[in-house]
Structure formats: structure tokens, C-alpha cells
């Protein structure tokens, strides 16, 4: 019999009773009945009952044991009575009777349970990620990542993409969050920089020839955590094909993501086809660039209706109007927890009216609003009895930001919200230059390297804050999922685009010298995108954050609280890579 197991703890059958078994894993649970000891032996497979009868060796040795302690057992697997049969396990017509225990790692008294969510802080969970990791939850979303993995892998061979590797150290790079910096020993005062993503790696080989070319990418960016980001790394699947318009590169990636979320969904409906949605209708109906589908209900422009209104308090603002159906039962609580949550958001206030019989209309503003005001709204918001309409007014981003939430939350308190689907939509016709607020600069929108709408007669001849560029995000569920673009591979246009941000041609040639020089060797056209591996976990788990799919994840201050990392370096280290360290001072 092999030293450790003959059979693993998911394994046993009741087509194994009788048969004498070796076990090996952790002590699970216990409970006593009587002296007689129940264990529940887990490991990587699945969970296993023992039985230690009172007075034997097991019984003693089991019973001194704490939780989570490895041993090896040996016993005979039995038929479990009628009455204990448990259904909810794949082993659970059969336990086996110990005859021997060898305890092959004894643990200490562990920090937090393991068999149960006991609603332990996430930085004592991730100082012990190890122990966290064996809840069954983690477990199961951890081996869940791993087969999305795989299935990606095999899904994009089928495709006809060349799995490929890009460098991990190399040159600074504006893709717009902040690099992580490696000093070189022998370069004194130079530093190389981990890659945010592989995209001029992966155009470079667009360029080599290779046409079709994926890769599961670690990129790195020290940028601060959200719920859907992780800051200092993440895993994306980066994408590169030749020869292709926008088009081109949806139909592989729509259909990889539809069979992923339908492989890997539970039974979820997945949008099919994805639905492209321009960037500026979608900021007009959903608030942003990442609409949540789910929620039935859209944001409605009705600037004009109250442009030179006498309703002061929206006269000469921006105001986006949501009218919300079927609300003619609801308390006024309804009304009042919106417009808390509005606050929530950033708002001084929600105001909002309700439409009755023959469209009379109630609420808090109703008497501001004149005739003219009222058959307005009622003809652009197509207005009935039953029909409630919150707005918000101010700065169109601000706005945005905050009736793009409450439409969500609306949609979900009203019974407007679609549960257990995958939503998926295409963002398109981004914007390619922005202005910055506080400097007046024009700056990119999104990536540098993306190939205006309309070329260089576009740049040379457009107002910046009017071109567009081939652009798009992919988006499910409103997780933003994955940035792409058809890229700009003429080096004049290159040049243009770079100076009306600001860059000059030596700038240019000094910082993407190499994008530069293959350019001008024959570039095919050419255009990717890079899909996060995390979120796509995130939202099959079903999880609200994304460290709970990640194996190691930093905290939300980008520190390893198991291996304690950022550490301090001894100083014959620093003076090895021609470093003093300069802390801030402390007020």
C-alpha cells in the first residue's frame, strides 16, 4: 500500500465497503457521541467520515489532536446507517472505521475557523492566507480560476492564436497608472520597469509576423485597490491579431467570453450578440462607461426642458431625469432611501415627483414645475400614472457619477433589476483626447497607441476633443472587463497624435524608439485587447472582490501581510544597486 493513501478523501464509494484504506489528510471536524469520535478527513478532493471507536488507539490519539493537524489513517470503509447517510457528499454513504493513526503534521491552535465562514477580518485572513485557502469557498474559487485558465488556453488555440512570452523587465512606459521600478546593479542610476501590460511587446510582434498571438500576462501597476482591482499586480489575457478592423477582433472575443460564461456560469444567461454601445450615449443613458445591463432603466438628458426654467435650482445646470414605472405602491420610504443613498454618493439631495391619474403630479418639486415644464417631461420621458421620476443636476461629471448610481439602485429596489444573468455590451467610439480640468492640457483619453477615427487628415484638421478613436471596452454586469484598440502603426501619425499631447518628436523617438523604428519596417494593421483575468473569476464566482479569486493577493494598502512584504533591504544591498533611501519626514 502506498506510504500515504491508497484512496483520496472525495474517492470512497458504497462500492468500497469492506475494503481496507490509507487516508491522508487534515482533521476537518470532529464530534463526539458517546466516546465514539466522528472526524472529518479533508483534503484537496473532498471530505471523507471517520469513526474511532471508544478504547482503541485512534479514539485516544484522534481525540488529543487539534483541528487541522495531517495524519494518516487506516481503517475499513462501512456502510453508514440509513439515518446518517448525508447527500450533500459525494462520500457520504460510507465512513471508515480507524485502525491506525500516524500524525504526519500537528497544527497549533489555528487563528479562525476553517469548516465555516466565522466573519474573521480580511487582514487576519490574509496574514494566515494559508489556513484561508483551505476554506472550501476559497478552495473552490481558487480551483475555479485554475480551470478558467485552462479553458482559455484551449478556446484560444482553437481560435488560431500562438501562446507567446513577453519580457518581464523593461522600459518605463505612459500606459497610466505608475510603474514599479527595478534598479540594475550594472547600470548604476538606471532602472528597468515591470510591464503595466505587453502592449508594445505585442504589437512588436505583430509586426515580426506572427499574426495571431495571446498570452496569460502578469502586469504590474502600483496604483491604489478597489473592490474590482488589486493593486501591484493582476493577470490579463492579452491579445494581438494582424490584419483586422474593430470587427475582426469582436467576433473572437465574443465568442471565447460567451462560452467561457456559459462554460463556467452555473446556468447564467449570457448576452448574445454583445450589444455596441457608443462612449457618449452610454455616459448620457447609464452614467458612465461601464453600464450595468441588469438594470432596466436609463438616464434621460432634460437640460432643455428646464433651460431658462423658472425652477432656480435647475435653471442653467445639467439635468438627467430617471423615470422609474410601476411605482404606484411604493411607501414613501422608497423615495426617502434613494435620495439617502444619493447623498451616499456624493449628491446634496435627490429630487424626485410621482405621476398620478391624468398625469397630476406629487412630490417635492411638483409645485416649481409649470404647465409647459410638466408636458415636457411627460412627452420626453414618455410619462404615465404609476410612473415616479428622480433627477440630478449640476456638472455633467458629476451627474454622471451620481444618478449613474442611483438608476442601479433604482432599478433594484423597484423590481427593475434582472438576477442571474451575464450582461455584456462592446463600449465603442471612445473619445481619443481629453482636456484636464485643472491644467487645460490636452491629454490622451485612453491608450497612446490607438489609431484615430479618420487617420492623420483627422488629427490635422479636427478639434482634439472632437476626435474619436478605435477604441472599445468590453463590459459585463458593469465590471469593465478589458481596454482595446485598433493600433496606429504610421509613424506619422504617431507623431501628430503624440504632439497634440504635448510630446515632441524627439520625446517620441526617445521613449518609443523601438515601436518607432519597427514602424517604419513594414507594419501590418493591427489591433488587440487584454481582457482581466481576475474580474472574469470575480464575476463567475459571484464574489464582490476581486482578492477573493486570487491565490496571494497584497491588502488594500499593497502590502503582503504572509510573506511581509515591502520589506527594508540590508545597506550593503542598497549600496550593491547604488541606492540611499530618503524617507519622508515625519510632521
Known amino acids: 500500500m502506498h506510504r500515504y493513501r491508497s484512496h483520496n478523501c472525495g474517492e470512497l464509494r458504497a462500492a468500497d465497503v469492506d475494503t481496507d484504506v490509507r ?51 487506516d481503517g475499513k470503509v462501512s456502510a453508514r446507517g440509513a439515518d446518517n447517510v448525508n447527500p450533500d457528499l459525494p462520500t457520504g454513504e460510507v465512513e471508515v472505521e480507524v485502525s491506525d493513526v500516524e500524525v504526519l503534521g500537528a497544527a497549533e491552535q489555528i487563528p479562525f475557523t476553517i469548516n465555516a465562514e466565522d466573519g474573521v477580518n ?15 469557498r476559497m478552495h473552490r474559487n481558487i480551483m475555479l480560476r485554475t480551470a478558467v485558465i485552462s479553458a482559455i488556453r484551449q478556446k484560444m488555440v482553437t481560435l488560431g492564436f500562438n501562446e507567446m512570452a513577453t519580457p518581464i523587465l523593461s522600459a518605463t512606459s505612459p500606459e497610466g497608472a505608475r510603474d514599479f521600478l527595478v534598479p540594475s546593479r550594472l547600470h548604476a542610476g538606471k532602472f528597468y520597469a515591470l510591464p503595466q501590460a505587453p502592449q508594445q511587446f505585442k504589437q512588436l510582434l505583430m509586426i515580426a509576423g506572427f499574426d495571431r498571438y495571446f498570452q496569460i500576462a502578469p502586469c504590474f501597476r502600483d496604483e491604489d485597490a478597489r473592490a ?58 447609464y452614467g458612465n462607461d461601464k453600464p450595468d445591463l441588469r438594470a432596466k432603466l436609463e438616464l434621460v438628458d432634460v437640460s432643455d426642458v428646464f433651460e431658462g426654467s423658472g425652477f432656480k435650482a435647475f435653471a442653467g445646470k445639467h439635468v438627467r431625469a430617471l423615470a422609474v414605472p410601476d411605482t404606484a405602491d411604493q411607501p414613501r420610504k422608497f423615495f426617502d432611501g434613494l435620495g439617502d443613498y444619493a447623498v451616499e454618493q456624493g449628491a446634496k439631495g435627490l429630487a424626485w415627483i410621482r405621476v398620478g391619474e391624468e398625469n397630476a403630479l406629487t412630490g417635492p418639486i411638483a409645485k416649481f414645475l409649470t404647465e409647459d415644464d410638466v408636458k415636457a417631461l411627460v412627452n420626453k420621458l414618455d410619462l404615465a400614472p404609476g410612473h415616479a421620476v428622480f433627477f440630478g443636476a449640476g456638472e455633467f461629471d ?69 476626435i474619436l478613436a478605435w477604441q472599445y471596452d468590453i463590459v459585463c454586469n458593469g465590471v469593465e472587463l478589458s481596454s482595446g484598440a485598433i493600433r496606429n502603426h504610421e509613424p506619422e501619425v504617431m507623431y501628430k497624435a503624440f504632439e497634440i499631447a504635448g510630446y515632441s518628436k524627439e520625446t517620441v523617438e526617445a521613449e518609443f524608439g523601438g515601436m518607432l523604428r519597427a514602424f ?19 464575476l463567475l464566482a459571484d464574489e464582490p472582490n476581486i482578492r477573493e479569486t486570487i491565490a496571494f493577493p497584497l491588502n488594500g494598502n499593497a502590502q503582503d501581510l504572509l510573506m511581509g512584504a515591502p520589506s527594508e533591504v540590508e545597506e550593503s544591498r542598497l549600496k550593491e544597486l547604488h541606492l540611499s533611501i530618503r524617507k519622508p519626514q515625519v510632521k
Not at 522 to 532: E, L, V
Open 122 to 136: 480580511e487582514e487576519k485572513r490574509l496574514e494566515y492566507r494559508f489556513l484561508d485557502l483551505r476554506r472550501e
Open 228 to 285: 474590482d482591482r488589486s493593486p501591484g499586480e493582476f493577470y490579463q489575457l492579452d491579445i494581438e491579431m494582424s490584419f483586422v478592423e474593430q470587427e475582426d477582433v469582436f467576433r473572437p472575443v465574443e465568442k471565447l467570453m460567451t462560452e467561457l460564461f456559459t462554460e463556467f456560469g452555473g446556468g447564467r444567461e449570457v448576452t448574445s450578440p454583445f450589444p455596441r454601445i457608443p462612449f457618449r450615449e452610454s455616459m448620457l443613458k
Open 23 to 73: 487516508l491522508s489528510g487534515w482533521l476537518h471536524n470532529r464530534r463526539d457521541l458517546g466516546g465514539i469520535l466522528f472526524i472529518d478527513l479533508r483534503d484537496h478532493h473532498g471530505i471523507t467520515q471517520l469513526v474511532a471507536r471508544p478504547g482503541t488507539p485512534a479514539n485516544e490519539k484522534l481525540g488529543s489532536l487539534t483541528k487541522e493537524s495531517v495524519v494518516r489513517v
Open 398 to 466: 458629476e451627474v454622471s457619477k451620481i444618478m449613474g448610481a442611483v438608476r442601479v439602485e433604482a432599478a433594484k429596489r423597484a423590481g427593475h433589476f434582472e438576477e442571474g444573468v451575464f450582461r455584456f455590451c462592446w463600449i465603442v467610439d471612445f473619445p481619443m483626447f481629453e482636456k484636464d480640468e485643472d491644467t487645460g492640457k490636452i491629454e490622451f483619453s485612453h491608450n497612446p497607441f490607438s489609431m484615430p477615427q479618420g487617420g492623420l487628415e483627422a488629427l490635422e484638421t479636427k478639434d482634439p476633443l472632437d
Open 520 to 538: 517604419k519596417f513594414g507594419a501590418p494593421p493591427h489591433g488587440g485587447i487584454a481582457p482581466g483575468v481576475d474580474r472574469i473569476v470575480m
